[in-house]
């Protein structure tokens, strides 16, 4: 994954207000769920909760669908999975260790 796109994620997810609404997407799963009921869950108003999901889509961290007049919110695990990657990927590799294995060199 790219600097870059690893940077606009984290960015996006720091603010608390978006990192809860990602949270909440996370607990939904692969269905996703509705945004009125986001914005029910969490006293967001609608305003305020769309800016938020449209930075978030702007990361690449959301997708929206439409079924009939419901708009669905699905978190794309795919990509938080290869930020969490991205984090992870080095580590230790200074200290010739595993993560994990603090103390004992790598064999």
Do not use: W
Request: charged letters at 25%; aromatic letters at 4%.
């Amino acid at each position: 994954m790219e600097l870059d796109a690893v940077a606009k994620a984290l960015k996006e997810l720091g603010h608390p207000t978006r990192l809860t609404i990602f949270r909440r997407l996370v607990r939904s799963g692969y269905n996703g769920i509705a945004v009125g009921e986001v914005q029910e869950d969490l006293g967001i108003p609608g305003s305020t909760l769309s800016h938020h999901l449209s930075s978030l889509m702007s990361a690449g961290l959301i997708a929206q669908r439409r079924e009939g007049r419901v708009l669905y919110c699905v978190a794309q695990f795919e990509q938080l999975e290869a930020v969490l990657a991205f984090l992870q990927d080095e580590c230790c590799v200074d200290e010739g260790q595993e993560p994990g294995r603090e103390g004992k060199a790598r064999t």
